[in-house]
């Protein structure tokens, strides 16, 4: 089954709004955790990542804390622009050799 | 110097063909993958080589072969295409774990 629960969209904001997108995995153990953001016509790059528990990944004004408890990664940036609209996808590594994606969830900042 | 390089960017043709999709990563990674992306951005892992070994191969049709003369390089062959299998196919790849690199995408159209 599908291990990285992410929050369907799409999203839309208005241009210096507090983004939250949420997601959640399921696994043993501690995987490393990711932010890929893909952007239109492009293919997808890493934004952030967090490989333990408690550590807080950050990229272009974009964070993620790596919450066990929860079992969460939620993707936040206090104030976005019309340039951060794309499609971001949450990730957990799974062994060595394997990334499991979430949905994705669109962004899109109007001015 | 691209990372992840993936061959063609577009690609149509007509139900029933056999076509090849290529990738290739300078990066001296162990291990390569091949996705596919719908029209919808789900993303979705199809196979997971290491070292020119299968390691994973989801529920994918058999027409889909993946080749791996060389660790560098993740050949996609596809049979007798489908309207289906219209998609954006994404190569990448990654060491140990760690985070993937991503190639530009091939986005494929079958009439």
């Known amino acids: 089954g599908n291990s990285v629960t992410q929050m369907e969209g799409p999203v839309t904001l208005s241009e210096e709004a507090f983004l939250t997108i949420n997601c959640t995995y399921t696994?043993?153990?501690?995987?490393?955790l990711f932010w890929y953001v893909q952007y239109p016509g492009e293919g997808l790059q890493l934004l952030l990542k967090a490989t333990k528990a408690d550590d807080k990944g950050s990229n272009k004004g974009f964070e993620a804390t790596y919450r066990k408890e929860t079992t969460s990664f939620h993707l936040e940036k206090g104030s976005v622009q019309v340039s951060d609209s794309a499609v971001y996808f949450c990730a957990r590594g799974a062994g060595a050799n394997n990334l499991f994606f979430g949905t994705g969830t669109r962004l899109t900042v109007i001015p | 110097d691209t990372a992840v390089s993936q061959t063609p960017k577009y690609l149509v043709t007509q139900m029933g063909n056999d076509k090849s999709i290529k990738c290739e990563q300078n990066l001296g990674h162990d291990t390569m993958y091949w996705y596919k992306q719908d029209s919808k951005k789900f993303l979705k892992i199809m196979f997971s080589y290491n070292n020119k070994e299968l390691i994973i191969n989801e529920t994918v049709p058999n027409r889909f072969s993946p080749k791996s003369p060389d660790k560098a390089h993740l050949n996609l062959h596809i049979n007798s295409l489908e309207l289906g299998d219209s998609a954006v196919y994404f190569c990448a790849s990654s060491q140990q774990g760690l985070a993937a690199f991503f190639g530009q995408g091939t986005r494929l159209t079958v009439v």
């Open positions: 696994a043993t153990g501690y995987p490393s």
